[in-house]
Nanobody, 120 residues
Framework: QVQLVESGGGLVQTGGSLRLSCAASGSTFSIVAIGWYRQAPGKQRELVAGIRSDGTITYTDSVKGRFTISRDNAKNTVYLQMNSLKPEDTAVYYC??????????????WGQGTQVTVSS
């Protein structure tokens, strides 16, 4: 079992910054990748950024150059630094932990989500 707790959301003006944190606990040694997803009202949940255990990082195109994902292994925490925020970044942001189980089976754990609101 893995538990994920997000923090750091809030209300910010256009052009502002926020840093989200995702603290993992439990069987963290089995996590292969942690991703930040977001879901805006009426839209599907989308992957924003992800970091794998080998250090590979991916970003969705709309946040490249503005968002930075990083991790602190000693604290079992993954961060999402969000700069130059835009109103279209407004969403609930979720942390996800991906654990492959073999034979094509995997487990995904989710945090409770944190609201990010960017005012124009």
């Amino acid at each position: 079992q893995v538990q994920l707790v997000e923090s750091g959301g809030g209300l910010v003006q256009t052009g502002g910054s926020l840093r989200l944190s995702c603290a993992a606990s439990g069987s963290t040694f089995s996590i292969v990748a942690i991703g930040w997803y977001r879901q805006a009202p009426g839209k599907q949940r989308e992957l924003v950024a992800g970091i794998r255990s080998d250090g590979t990082i991916t970003y969705t195109d709309s946040v490249k150059g503005r968002f930075t994902i990083s991790r602190d292994n000693a604290k079992n925490t993954v961060y999402l630094q969000m700069n130059s925020l835009k109103p279209e970044d407004t969403a609930v942001y979720y942390c996800n932990a991906y654990i492959p189980r073999g034979l094509g089976v995997s487990t995904n754990y989710w945090g409770q989500g944190t609201q990010v609101t960017v005012s124009s």
